[in-house]
């Protein structure tokens, strides 16, 4: 696996996919966006997923890849309405007369194509399958190849953890969406952001699940001591993190807390503390 920072530009991964990396790496995008271009060799077309910010270096670097296969855009699946990885796709789509497709008409356009879970995306010589795994987004998609390849957006990483940020993240249905992947059985994860994951992809999904869980006991430890605001929380539980990651860690701890409070094991007070129900 390559350091950070030290990912290519641009890689071919095997016949049918090459992943470009787009200019905008930060503490929350890694190493950048991850463009996939997806297509059978000889077909003539591709499919373009998250194509990103709408960079003018990153589309040409694209566009690169495109002409090597001596092919054509022919459609565009956005994973989530993120904007690093959906600004530039209803532009690009423009230019390249095809549609966006994605889970809700807010990324596809009034053009698009709006698709929901186990909806299959024709193009590029591909049978391209939705699964919806909301949870990092309420209108997360990822996308199942027919090798059992998946291609994952934010809900898995190919560094760290995927952030889950109260209030349009959703702690327990991205919980439930990690079971379905488990249960599908992947054969390689493509995330969205970070290097490819090939070496056993069911351990890293249960790392996932466990590691949610570890956060949870956690939270509960601390307020066994007494009442806690998220702030005091995250202060506690990433005081060795970059504290430029901490307002995305408050926001991952709020979606926790709701899921915490919807089972009964926590009660969110209204002035902002969260502690144990009484007699726990």
Same mark, same amino acid.
Do not use: K
């Given at each position: 696996?390559?350091?950070?920072?030290?990912?290519?530009?641009?890689?071919?991964?095997?016949?049918?996919?090459?992943?470009?990396?787009?200019?905008?790496?930060?503490?929350?995008?890694?190493?950048?966006?991850?463009?996939?271009?997806?297509?059978?060799?000889?077909?003539?077309?591709?499919?373009?997923?998250?194509?990103?910010?709408?960079?003018?270096?990153?589309?040409?670097?694209?566009?690169?890849?495109?002409?090597?296969?001596?092919?054509?855009?022919?459609?565009?699946?956005?994973?989530?309405?993120?904007?690093?990885?959906?600004?530039?796709?209803?532009?690009?789509?423009?230019?390249?007369?095809?549609?966006?497709?994605?889970?809700?008409?807010?990324?596809?356009?009034?053009?698009?194509?709006?698709?929901? !879970?186990?909806?299959?995306?024709?193009?590029?010589?591909?049978?391209?399958?939705?699964?919806?795994?909301?949870?990092?987004?309420?209108?997360?998609?990822?996308?199942?190849?027919?090798?059992?390849?998946?291609?994952?957006?934010?809900?898995?990483?190919?560094? $760290?953890?995927?952030?889950?940020?109260?209030?349009?993240? !959703?702690?327990?249905?991205?919980?439930?969406?990690?079971?379905?992947?488990?249960?599908?059985?992947?054969?390689?994860?493509?995330?969205?952001?970070?290097?490819?994951?090939?070496?056993?992809?069911?351990?890293?999904?249960?790392?996932?699940?466990?590691?949610?869980?570890?956060?949870?006991?956690?939270?509960?430890?601390?307020?066994?001591? $007494?009442?806690?605001?998220?702030?005091?929380?995250?202060?506690?539980?990433?005081?060795?993190?970059?504290?430029?990651?901490?307002?995305?860690?408050?926001?991952?701890?709020?979606?926790?807390?709701?899921?915490?409070? !919807?089972?009964?094991?926590?009660?969110?007070?209204?002035?902002?503390?969260?502690?144990?129900?009484? $007699?726990?």
């Amino acid at each position: 696996m390559p350091g950070f920072g030290e990912m290519p530009i641009t890689s071919v991964l095997d016949a049918r996919v090459a992943r470009v990396l787009a200019p905008n790496a930060s503490p929350m995008t890694l190493d950048g966006t991850n463009t996939y271009v997806l297509g059978e060799p000889g077909s003539g077309a591709v499919i373009v997923l998250d194509p990103g910010p709408d960079d003018p270096g990153h589309r040409e670097r694209v566009e690169q890849v495109v002409a090597e296969r001596d092919a054509e855009v022919a459609g565009i699946v956005v994973t989530h309405h993120h904007v690093d990885h959906a600004e530039a796709a209803v532009a690009w789509a423009a230019r390249y007369g095809c549609r966006v497709v994605a889970s809700t008409e807010q990324i596809a356009g009034r053009d698009g194509r709006v698709v929901a !879970d186990a909806d299959a995306v024709d193009a590029g010589g591909l049978r391209l399958q939705v699964v919806a795994t909301p949870g990092h987004t309420r209108d997360h998609i990822a996308v199942r190849m027919d090798d059992g390849t998946l291609l994952t957006g934010d809900h898995v990483l190919g560094r $760290g953890t995927s952030v889950v940020a109260y209030p349009d993240g !959703d702690l327990t249905a991205y919980l439930e969406s990690l079971r379905r992947v488990l249960d599908l059985g992947p054969a390689r994860l493509l995330p969205g952001h970070g290097p490819e994951l090939t070496e056993d992809p069911q351990a890293v999904l249960r790392f996932y699940r466990d590691h949610r869980r570890f956060r949870e006991q956690q939270i509960l430890a601390i307020l066994a001591v $007494g009442p806690a605001t998220p702030a005091q929380l995250v202060a506690r539980i990433y005081a060795e993190v970059d504290r430029r990651v901490w307002p995305a860690a408050e926001a991952s701890t709020r979606a926790a807390l709701a899921s915490l409070a !919807d089972r009964d094991r926590v009660w969110l007070r209204d002035d902002g503390y969260a502690e144990l129900p009484r $007699g726990d």
